[in-house]
């Protein structure tokens, strides 16, 4: 399955627009919501996870263009990849020169649970007035043999091991989702970790 | 029922292809607590992590066996299901686990039934107060943003809840202050019973002012130079 669509929305004065992607069973996913925010003060959020397993590339991210003053986006993304699965974080904040005091904040994580999973963090961000607030953070992990070894030692199998950390791992995401979509969620994480799907 | 618990016997073990422990003997019986000592780089961790089968260590001679049956080849997640638990140096951080949720799922693994969780809450609150904890830590990531003192005093926490046969501490009195290694003998002291044994790791004598030590053993490039009935612990 391909996964190829394009979301976008126009965000008026002081309103918001929420994004939340979950990337999981696709064999090729590239999925950019993307806000514009042309009315002042207005407000945009993309949270996003997606899980890659082998023969899988999740090609994914979010665009903002903030258009207006006192305009404010965050992003928070994570990825997993395992068994040489392909997770990129690809993604676009463009501040105007108009858009005076408005703030963006991005951070994205990846875990990688082998060494043949691939990682990608592709970031444009285009800046064209001064006084904002930008912040991008980016974080590359694998799953170390040490952790594994500690939670051994606590009674866990290495299986239960990798679950344990990847589910961690999409905590801050789920906490974020409606209960219905984090228990979903945690479901297709568990079905991934078996390797029943993808 | 036979006292002995654990028994190494002629262990060699390499990492990265260097031997480090070059025959090693040891026997613990249940209800005491011995000690290694030795300087850096004699073998003490090694042996620690030979014990529980740390696959980066090889053994290349030798045999554990505890409760009469041979553990060497076991995996590390069986010979803890076996009851032998370990305290790190350094603690593994798990961001997104809370402290509690860790230990409610490692205590079902190792006792293999269900946790009571209303029992095991009060259970939890107790040990705390007893090693003076902050009871908000139990909400927090497990290690992530914890100090030195607060990871050795959660391993403690951890040994007493998982309540294994043998206990290893390895070095967890080490970059410890005063008061910390007496709340860190506390929990072990609270532990401790005629059915239990205690392993303690370190390279200073502190601890042992504080605790009825029973053996202490001194580790030489991989090999045990002495072992004394200890003379220097504290008598009540």
Redesign the interface.
């Known amino acids: 399955m391909l996964n190829l669509n394009t979301k976008k929305a126009i965000v008026g004065k002081n309103a918001k627009m929420d994004w939340v992607s979950g990337s999981f069973g696709s064999k090729i996913s590239m999925l950019y919501p993307m806000s514009i925010l042309n009315g002042e003060g207005a407000k945009t959020e993309y949270t996003g996870i997606s899980f890659a397993g082998g023969g899988q590339n999740l090609d994914n991210g979010f665009k903002v263009v903030h258009n207006s003053p006192n305009t404010s986006s965050v992003v928070n993304a994570k990825s997993i990849s395992k068994n040489g699965g392909k997770c990129t974080y690809r993604s676009l904040v463009r501040i105007n020169e108009n858009a005076k005091n408005s703030k963006s904040s991005v951070s994205c994580e990846s875990l990688m649970l082998d060494d043949i999973s691939i990682s990608d963090t592709i970031p444009t961000n285009d800046i064209r007035t001064d006084e904002v607030e930008f912040s991008h953070e980016a974080k590359i992990g694998k799953i ?4 594994i ?10 299986e ?1 091991a990798k679950a ?2 990847v ?6 995401i789920a906490k974020e989702l409606p209960v219905e979509y984090a228990v979903e969620m945690n479901n297709l994480i568990n079905l991934e970790l078996e390797g029943a799907i993808g | 029922m036979s006292k002995e618990l654990l028994e190494i016997k002629n262990l060699h073990v390499n990492a990265e292809e260097k031997e480090i422990l070059k025959g090693i003997n040891l026997t613990i019986n249940k209800g005491e607590i011995h000690v290694i000592m030795g300087p850096n780089g004699s073998g003490k961790t090694t042996t620690a992590n030979a014990i ?1 089968n ?3 260590y090889t053994k290349t001679n030798g045999n554990i066996v505890f409760e009469g049956e041979d553990i060497s080849n076991l ?3 069986e ?3 076996k009851g032998i ?2 305290s ?1 140096q350094l ?2 951080e ?4 809370s402290v509690t949720n ?1 230990l409610k ?2 205590k079902n ?2 006792t293999g039934e269900p946790v009571k969780i209303f029992q095991f809450k009060d259970e939890l609150k107790k040990y705390m107060e007893e090693l003076n904890m902050n009871p908000k830590n139990m909400e927090r ?1 497990l290690n992530v943003g914890f100090s030195g003192g607060e990871k050795k005093k959660n391993e403690i926490l ?1 040994m007493l809840v ?1 309540n294994p046969k043998l206990a290893i501490l390895d070095e967890t009195d080490s970059g410890l202050d005063v008061d910390a290694i007496k709340t860190v003998s506390k929990g072990i002291e609270m532990f401790k019973n005629e059915n239990n044994a205690v392993l303690i790791i370190t390279h200073n004598t502190k601890i042992l002012h504080s605790l009825k030590v029973d053996y202490v053993h001194i580790l030489v490039n991989g090999k045990i130079v002495t072992t004394r009935r200890s003379t220097i612990s504290k008598r009540n």
């Open positions: 170390s043999d040490k952790t070894f500690y939670l051994m030692s606590r009674g866990l199998s290495e239960d344990m950390i589910r961690g791992f999409a905590n801050p | 529980l740390n696959p980066a995996k590390t997640d010979i803890a299901r638990f370990m790190f603690p593994e798990i961001p997104g686990v860790f799922y490692a693994k190792i990531s951890q998982l």
